[in-house]
């Protein structure tokens, strides 16, 4: 059983829609972490979020987190096919656990 | 800008055969990690560094062993490979422990391969 679960876990949508992942989990976190993973290499953090009920905007990104620190979602507005990725969560406890990610393709 | 250099990409081994993957950081991060990704699985801790001088278990330690032999250097050891450790190794490290919020910054990955 995952710490973390994302859903949904793989998305495909047309270039210009907009869409939402999230990252739930039953335990309290001390911050939430949000990173996005291309083919061959390795995850590059997106965002961290602290606060509970915190939301950060990267351009057309839009990350929250819950009110209570056990869930987080990812907002992206008019997706473009550079989006394109594994968007991965994870959150920290005694270490960082990681979600089984969110698989986004972005078509033209 | 090398950030976590790790080696090999790419290696095929015959069950009960032993390897090390290499892992370096030029950040002067102290803390080091080694994961490994599987499919639906995402990304698992097997072993980490705090700082240097320390090792520590993390989710799936079974099967691997482990050296910081440096602040700069981090290796993962398996010992007697079996087909189950088949998986994407992905060291890391990152200035501050990961609890606290510190980023972690990731090697481009090693491919295993046990047959």
Known sequence: ?????????????????????????????????????????????????????????????????GDARKDSSLHITAAQPGDTGLYLCAGATNDMRFGAGTRLTVKP | NAGVTQTPKFQVLKTGQSMTLQCAQDMNHNSMYWYRQDPGMGLRLIYYSASEGTTDKGEVPNGYNVSRLNKREFSLRLESAAPSQTSVYFCASSLGWTASGNTIYFGEGSWLTVV
């Open chain 1, 1 to 65: 059983t995952q710490l973390l679960e994302q859903s949904p876990q793989f998305l495909s949508i047309q270039e210009g829609e907009n869409l939402t992942v999230y990252c739930n989990s039953s335990s309290v976190f001390s911050s939430l972490q949000w990173y996005r993973q291309e083919p061959g290499e390795g995850p590059v953090l997106l965002v961290t979020v602290v606060t509970g009920g915190e939301v950060k905007k990267l351009k057309r990104l839009t990350f929250q987190f």
